[in-house]
Each structure stands twice: as C-alpha cells, then as structure tokens.
C-alpha cells in the first residue's frame, strides 16, 4: 500500500489479525465479565454491554451476575451453577437467560473459570458468555416438532387404543363407550357426547356423555333442525371452531356453549364408511365434543377425527348385528326354555302358573295370563306393582275383540302389552306383560312376543283339552265306582274304597265292583286296566260291563275269565288288565275265587291271623305269554270272615320291595280287626297310603254272615259311634231282629258309647271304648265298656237325658264299677220274630 | 259341612228345615248352630225329620234348645215325624210334648197358616 504513495501508515499499521488485545477483549464476538467469587461483577467487555443494554457504570460493583439472570436461572446459578464452579473450578456451556436494560431476555452459552490466589482461596471468575439467540429458536422448533410428534403419537395411541377396544366391544352400548372415552386423551377436548339414531323410531337418541349437564340431553327426531340432527343427515364432520360460528349456523348450539362455556365443538357424525363414499355410507350416530377454549385443529388432527367416526361407525354396526343376533338368540332360547317348562306341567292352572313365574323376571317386570275357561275364568299373575286395572282392562277387552296384539306405546300410561291367546281361530285369553321400555329393536322384540303368544295358547289349550279329558275321564271312572253296591242284605256286607292319585295324575285304571248274580249268588271283582286317562276309564267301564254279562249262576270264576280273554280279541285296550273276582254262595258260605295276574286277596277269619288266598292264579286278561289256563279255586269261610280284595297302589311303594308292602297289610288288616266294618277300607287306605301318593287305590272288604258275637272297639271320638252303629245295624238285621228292638237297641248302645267318649273319656282323647253284643233266641245284650272315670248322673240334664234314654229303650240295665272304668250293660228282649 | 244333614226352604209363612241321615253327638253341634242360624228371624219354623234315621240325645238336646227359643220369641214350630221311625221312637221316649210333633208336613203347614 506504502508504494502507492497513500499516507503511510505503517507506524500504525497492523497486520488484521493483529488485534489490539483492548479491542479484541471490548469487542470481542462473545461478552465477558470478571466477577469477584461472590459474584460481583469488577470488569465487563463492550460486547456484553451492548447485548444487554446496560452501561458499564450500571454494573460494575453494582450487580452480580447472578442479578442479571431470569428468577428460574437465578435459582439454577445457585443450585448448580455456583456449587459446580466451585468444585470443579470451571463449567462449560451452561444455558442461561439474561435479563437486558430493556427486561428483555438473551438466551446465553456461558463458560466459568474460576481463578483462585496463592493460598487456594477463590479469587477472581472470569466468565464467557455467547449470544444463543439462534441457537434457542433452533432448539425450540425442535423441541415444537418432538411435543408435535409426541402429541401426534399420543393420539395414535390413544385411537389405538379405541380401535382396539371397539373391536372388542360385542354390544353397542360398549361401543358407544368406548367412543366416547377418545376425545379427551386424543384432542385434549373437555367433554364428549354420543348420540346414537334408532331407525325403528326416526329418534336421536342421547346415549351417553362424559358431562352430561353440557348440551340438550332430550332425544330428538332426526328431522330435528338442532345442530346433532343436522350433522347425522348431512353425515360430514363440523368443527366449529369459534362461539360466532356457533351462533351463525347452529343457534342451539351456540346456547349449549354459552350455557357449559365452551368455545369450541366438534360434532362428528359415525358412519359405517370414509364420507365420500356416494351411496352405501349410513350415519348411526354423532359423538359430539368440546373445547374450553378456542382450538384450531391441524389437518392430521381433522384427518384422525374422521377415521375416528368411521371405525366407531363400522364398529357399531356390527355391534348392532351382533346385539340383533345375540337377542333374537336369547329369544328363541327363552322360547324353547318356556316351552319345555309349560310341557313339564299338565294342568292348565299349573301351566299359567309357570309361565308368568317364567316371564317374570326374564323379560317383564309383570305379567297376567287370563283363560276364559270355566264359569269364573282362570288369572294368574307375577311380579309387580300391578298396572292400572281399567286400562289394562280396556286394553285387554281390546285385544280380545280385534284378536290382536296390542303393543305398549312409550307414553302410554301403561307399559303394558296385551297379546290374544289364539288357538284355532279363537281366542282363549290374554297375556299381558309389561316389559322394560327397549330402546331398539322393537319390531323384533313385537315378532318375538307374538311367537311366545302362539306358543303359549297351544300350551293353554292343550292343557285345557287335557283338563277337559281328565274331568270327563274322572266322571265316568266315578259314575262307574258309585253303581250301587248291594247292601241290605243281612248275610253280607260290602265296603269299599276309592283313592285318586294326589300327583295330579291322570285318571287310572283301576275299579271294584259287587253285583248279585242271582238272590244266593254274590260276586265281588276289583280289576285294574293298564294305562290312564279316558281311554282307560272307558275301557274298564266296557270291562265292567262285560264281566257283569259273564257272570252267570252256571259259569264260575275260570269260565268268566276265559270269556274276558275272548272279550279281549274285541277290545284290545283290554289286554293285559289284571282281575281278581270271586263268586260268594250266601247259603253255603262258600266262595269261588280266580285271579289273573292280580294281587292275592287278603282273608281274615274270626279266629286267626289274616291269610294271603294264593290259589287260583293265571295270567293277565288277553295275556299272550303268560298261562291261561283260567282256574279257580273254592273254599267255605267261617261267617264273620272278612275277604279284602284291593289294587297295587296300596301296597307297591318305589322305595320297598313287594314283599314288605304284603306284611304291612296283613299286619294293618289284623290290627283293624275288630274296627267297624264301615269306613274299614277308608281307614286302611289312609294307613298304608296316605295323602300323597302317585297312584289309584281301589279296596273292597266283604263281610260274610253274621258274627255270633259281635265284638267292636273304637276310640273316644264322637265320629265313630255312627261307624259302630252301622255295624250293629247290620248284624241285628243279620239276625233277625225286628226294626223297633233293633232302633232301640242301637239308641241305648248310641248313648252308652256316648256317655263313656263324653264323660269318661272327657280328659283323654286316646280312650278306647269296647263295646260286645250277644244274641239269644230271646233277648239281645249290649256291654259297653270303658275304663275312664265314672261320674254319676249328677245335675247334667243332657247326661240325664242320655241315661234316661237308655233306661227308656232297654228293658234292664246295669252298671258295673267293679273294675277300673265302668261297663254298662244293657238287655233287650226281643219282639216276635219278624 | 253340614249340607248332607239339613238343608232349608220355604213353606208359606214358615221356615223349613230338613234333615236326614243319622244325628248323634258327632254332628249335633254343627246342625244346631246352622238351623240358628237360619231361623232368628223365622216367624214359623217345621223341622222335617222323616228321613231321619238316627236321633240321640244330642240330637233331642238340638230340638229341644230350638223349641226353647221359638217358644221364648212366641213363634210356632212343629217336628214333622213319621208314623214310626227312630226319630219318632226317641222323641216320644223323650215325651216331648204332643203338640209340637206332627206326622203330615202339608196339615202342620196349615196348622202354623202357612
């Protein structure tokens, strides 16, 4: 340059990277200060100063570095900053913001060292600071795009997560659930609304909300002009991003934002495919949410909303499907299920039990089933609280004339649907039920409700025309039973017994009967047909009537039996029935007896143990296996002897074997030995079988000739005196004596067996009165005897009455108080014989 | 429960009451209280008794009680008994009074101006 002839400079000249150190340290590319160790700033380049604003006289000794840092820093240069310097003796890089004259901040790289004197005391720190300006700016777009990144991943995950669970979710409810758990954790929305559209009813239907005091929470219909309807039929995604765009096009959305404070809405509209799919795209329902504050959403975020509403969409139609599926599996499981249980019963008011204990609680909460059958009608009802009775009635008298279901209508008042019970063109009756308001699905749920109304009717008429068969089954089998017995014969008596099955079985099978074949000739039979109901109540009445054309004074008990077998190539429901039957002579006392394939009759003598008559036996009527050869066998019986003829039911239980069931009659038999004949097959019934038991019995007890003597006991209770005197009647009869003795007689013995129950036994209720009746050509005698306490005549007019009768109507009487009770005996002479 | 013993009608201004079969210390009780029952406010009451086959002293302490009280309130009975008969045969041994037993349901309707 000097060559030039420009002035030379050369005295000043410096080489340009030989910077003058003042210069370089003033202006520097970096700011630097000089501390003291506790921070007090002694020396600062120009650098620093025009960074910051500030001017050399406003800090040094003044400020310390410390005082120029933002508060956060000013904590982090004490935690870390200051602590770290002294131990290390330098830091490196260590970001801090500073803050300039004009309070503005400086993002700042800093380096420290720390300068310490000959003794190792801290002395001076001599500290670099770079401008981060840009740094910064770099580091925030960064830090912007990660949270950008994170938060885009968030919401995956979250959508993840929805997609994952409306995949497992099998009912729309569930569903719904799901989707309206996403707009929070994905959008940061404040709360989330779903409202789902019921086609059957045209409804928008408010199913669920996370906040359910934002929005109108009615159902509307979808022709609605409020905002979610608009949505549904317009099916694409409104962002509503500002309370004014609100109040432009939705107005009473604009009030609902105002009303929650919200300030932004998105009302997405799920539909089963991406919107611009023309045609095949149905909108099910709207998830509508909301933002406290204004949002502006990004189009990933636009673009996740709308796959949103299509997953949730596609995933409620399926839901739909399968709820669609499920119920009417259930339905026709029920229907199954209740048919099965009403076949289970046979009787119709047990059916219509049964079936409202079924409906209720499964699918109603009350049920009534009304069958016009019989005078008053049958009802049967379950559940609760009843319904209102005039209009259940009204709508019931409506289902009745129209014979139509009347379904239940929200609103209606009642709930209740009324369905005609319809069998044949006619109606039976009516079900009502009154079922839990469904939300969906109701013309299933009416198809459904008609099927169970069809199938109960046939389940109702069946049972009816079964009641109907078993009443008219019941009818002849008693017409038949109830033929008069012959009686009033003084050389015999029969009586007999006839116990329906209490476990609502049908009608059996089973019968007795006695006839006189000729004025000397009696004979008893007691048979039993196999199977039940009306056919075999019509089959023993032909059996019954066939062995009472059989009988004759010629043919005898194996000839009879033959005829039932050739009766039998005729009626063939008559094959295998088992008959016992015994011809009586009544002026030898002898008697012919057969049985086929019956249990052996049971004969008690007067004096002995009952026997077994084991004789005489040979197959069932018509049988083709067993042995036909019909036989009989005779035997004279001793007068007084008691032949008991009965059917299995008394004797056969499950739970015993054959065998023991005999010994029990035999044992019982002897034991009612000297019981009155009356009431004496009553009595053994109720003994061997009581009340609960599964099948007929049938007993007959013949009596043959009259007791010598007769000898009764009976217990202390008012009711037996009439069987005792039936006795009595039968035997004085038996013997001849005429009606006013025999009146008489039984007058006194009456009033003596009385006043023993009444008197003597008044204090013990398990008192035994016997009672001993003699005959002689002349006169009849009566003891009664009892071992009670004796009370004499006394004041008691009654009890007078009672001994005046007998004194009036015996010729002698007598008491004897020897013992230990008292006996009454009591003598009659008897009139001419008659 | 007593249906099968006694059974009531009308006959003009009296009350009828039927009975049959046998009446003893077993039903009496019942009978009696049904026929109260039934006749407090008769101004006449026939008791039917020719079907019946049985009567003891319980049965005689029954009529006996009912005369009592129609005879108390001044209304007329009458027993209707057979010719013979064990209703008849205990009644007069209890030598009720001739006039409250009759034999012809019609004349003892007629003697009460039925």
Request: aromatic share 4%.
């Amino acid at each position: 340059m000097s060559e030039s002839g420009v002035p030379d400079v050369t005295s000043e000249l410096r080489l340009p990277w030989d910077d003058d150190p003042e210069d370089l340290y003033e202006h520097a590319p970096c700011g630097y200060l000089t501390t003291l160790p506790d921070g007090t700033i002694v020396r600062v380049n120009e650098t620093f100063l025009t960074w910051t604003g500030y001017s050399r006289a406003d800090l040094i000794g003044h400020r310390r570095f410390r005082d120029l840092l933002t508060p956060g820093d000013q904590i982090y240069h004490e935690t870390h900053y200051a602590p770290l310097l002294m131990m290390q003796g330098e830091v490196h890089e260590i970001a801090l913001e500073v803050v300039g004259a004009d309070r503005r901040r400086l993002p700042t790289l800093v380096n420290s060292v720390l300068e310490r004197g000959p003794t190792g005391a801290p002395r001076i720190i001599r500290t670099m600071v770079f401008n981060a300006t840009e740094r910064r700016g770099y580091e925030r777009e960064l830090l912007a795009a990660r949270r950008a990144a994170e938060s885009s991943e968030q919401r995956v995950r979250v959508l993840q997560q929805i997609v994952a669970d409306l995949a497992a979710a099998p009912t729309e409810a569930e569903v719904a659930e799901a989707v309206l758990r996403a707009p929070e954790p994905a959008f940061q929305a404040a709360s989330s609304s779903i409202y789902l559209i019921d086609p059957e009813r045209d409804l928008l239907v408010a199913v669920a909300s996370t906040d359910p005091t934002t929005g109108n929470w009615d159902d509307m219909p979808c022709s609605s002009t409020r905002a979610v309807a608009e949505v549904a039929r317009r099916g694409d995604l409104h962002v509503i991003g500002t309370l004014a765009e609100a109040e432009a096009h939705f107005p009473d959305l604009a009030e609902s934002m105002r009303r929650s404070e919200r300030r932004s809405v998105v009302l997405l509209p799920l539909t089963t495919g991406p919107a611009d799919e023309q045609g095949g795209v149905a909108v099910l329902g709207v998830l509508a949410f909301s933002f406290r504050d204004e949002r502006t959403l990004t189009d990933g975020e636009l673009r996740v909303i709308r796959l949103l509403g299509q997953q949730a969409g596609q995933a409620l139609d399926r839901a739909r499907l399968y709820d669609d599926a499920r119920r009417r599996e259930e339905r026709s499981e029920f229907l199954a299920r209740t048919t099965r249980a009403l076949d289970e019963e046979h009787r119709l008011l047990q059916r219509a039990r049964r079936l409202v204990e079924r409906v209720v609680p499964e699918i109603a909460d009350w049920a009534l089933v009304r069958l016009q059958v019989g005078p008053a009608g049958l009802v049967e009802h379950h559940g609760g609280p009843a319904p209102d009775p005039a209009r259940l009635g009204a709508r019931t008298a409506e289902a009745i004339e129209t014979a139509a279901p009347v379904f239940a209508i929200d609103g209606d008042g009642l709930g209740c649907t009324v369905l005609p019970l319809i069998v044949r063109g006619r109606v039976l009756g009516t079900l009502a039920v009154r079922m839990a308001p469904d939300r969906r699905g109701a013309e299933a749920e009416r198809l459904f409700l008609v099927d169970l109304a069809d199938r109960v009717a046939l389940a109702c008429e069946n049972a009816r025309l079964y009641e109907q068969e078993r009443a008219i089954a019941r009818t002849l089998q008693r017409s038949l039973l109830a033929a008069d017995v012959p009686g009033a014969d003084p050389r015999f008596v029969v009586e007999t017994h006839y116990q329906a099955a209490a476990q609502d079985m049908e009608v059996g099978g089973d019968w007795y009967d006695a006839f006189l074949i000729t004025a000397n000739k009696l004979a008893v039979v007691v048979g039993d047909v196999v199977g039940r109901g009306i056919e075999a109540a019509t089959t023993m009445g032909q059996l019954r009537s066939a062995i009472r054309a059989l009988a004759s004074a010629e043919n005898g008990p194996a000839r009879l039996l033959e005829g039932l077998d050739r009766f039998c190539d005729r009626v063939d429901s008559a094959r295998m029935s088992t008959v016992v039957y015994a011809e009586v002579d009544l002026l030898s006392s002898e008697v012919t007896y057969a049985c086929a394939g019956h249990l052996p009759p049971l004969l008690h003598e007067p004096a002995g143990s009952p026997q077994y008559l084991l004789d005489a036996r040979s197959a069932p009527i018509g049988s083709r296996a067993g042995d036909r050869r019909r036989v009989e066998h005779r035997m004279r019986l001793a007068a007084g002897s008691r032949l008991l003829l009965y059917t299995d039911g008394l004797i056969e239980r499950r739970t015993r074997p054959i065998d023991r069931g005999f010994e029990i009659l035999a044992r019982e038999y002897a034991r009612l030995r000297d019981a009155p004949l009356k009431g004496l097959t009553a009595g053994l019934a109720d003994t061997l079988v009581g009340r609960d038991h599964s099948d007929d019995v049938c007993l007959l007890c013949l009596t043959l000739g009259t007791e010598e003597r007769l000898e009764r006991s009976i217990g202390a209770d008012p009711v037996q005196i009439a069987l005792l005197r039936a006795d009595m009647r039968g035997w004085l009869a038996g013997h001849g004596v005429d009606t006013e003795c025999l009146n008489a007689v039984l007058l006194a013995c009456s009033e003596a067996v009385a006043n023993s129950i009444e008197h003597g036994y008044a204090h013990d209720p398990f008192g035994v009165v016997d009672v001993a009746a003699t005959i002689s050509a002349g006169t009849v005698e009566i003891r009664v005897s009892d071992r009670g306490r004796w009370r004499g005549p006394g004041n008691d007019v009654a009890r007078g009455r009672g001994l005046q009768l007998i004194y009036e109507s015996m010729d002698d009487v007598a008491f004897d108080r020897a013992g230990d009770g008292t006996m009454v005996i009591m003598r009659r002479h008897r009139g001419e014989p008659s | 429960m007593t249906d099968q013993w006694v059974s009531f009608s009308r006959r003009g201004m009296a009350d009828l009451v039927h009975l049959k079969g046998e009446i003893d210390l077993a039903n009496a009780n019942d009978i009696g209280r049904v026929i109260v029952a039934h006749t407090t406010a008769a101004n006449a009451v026939l008791i039917d008794l020719t079907a019946v086959s049985f009567l003891d002293s319980a049965g005689v302490r029954l009529l006996d009680y009912i005369v009592g009280d129609l005879d108390d309130r001044g209304k007329p009975i009458r027993l209707v008994v057979g010719e013979r008969g064990a209703a008849r045969m205990t009644l007069q041994l209890c030598a009720f009074r001739a006039d409250l037993l009759a034999t012809d349901l019609e004349r003892a309707a007629t003697d009460l101006g039925g």
